[in-house]
């Protein structure tokens, strides 16, 4: 498989698996669940699913662990709406990329502004 079809397949599976954590799911805590990256093996036989909630008391490793415990639930869905003839092994990890890009934020707001003086720019 070319990269650029690989870059499409990771595409397509973050959206259908993003709708289906919110329609198929059982769990409620998967509705709080943004797929924010997939990248499917060479092999085509895995995909590792990053994913981040914007729930501030959700606890990654517990979440990632109830991902991947409806892995088989969520793979087989998957299968049903893709075009090809396996579907990858979902693997789910944590992405902390937004918190950091939180922690970020919060510590730019505690810098405080120099007020430049009248006159200047």
């Known amino acids: 498989m070319s990269g650029r079809k690989r870059e499409h397949l990771n595409e397509t599976i973050r959206q259908k698996l993003a709708q ?5 799911a059982a769990d409620p805590r998967f509705a709080s669940v943004t797929i924010t990256g997939v990248t499917v093996s060479k092999d085509y036989s895995s995909a590792l699913v990053l994913f ?10 517990i979440l990632a ?5 409806a892995a088989g639930f969520l793979g087989q869905a998957l299968g049903r709406s893709l075009a090809t003839r396996r579907t990858p092994r979902l693997n789910f990890h944590y992405d902390p990329g937004f918190d950091h890009a939180d922690e970020m934020d919060r510590i730019l707001k505690e810098i405080p502004l120099k007020k430049s003086p009248p006159g200047d720019g």
């Open 20 to 24: 289906l954590l919110i329609k198929e």
């Open 52 to 61: 981040s909630s914007y729930l501030p008391d959700a606890n990654p490793e």
């Open 65 to 69: 662990e109830s991902l991947n415990k």
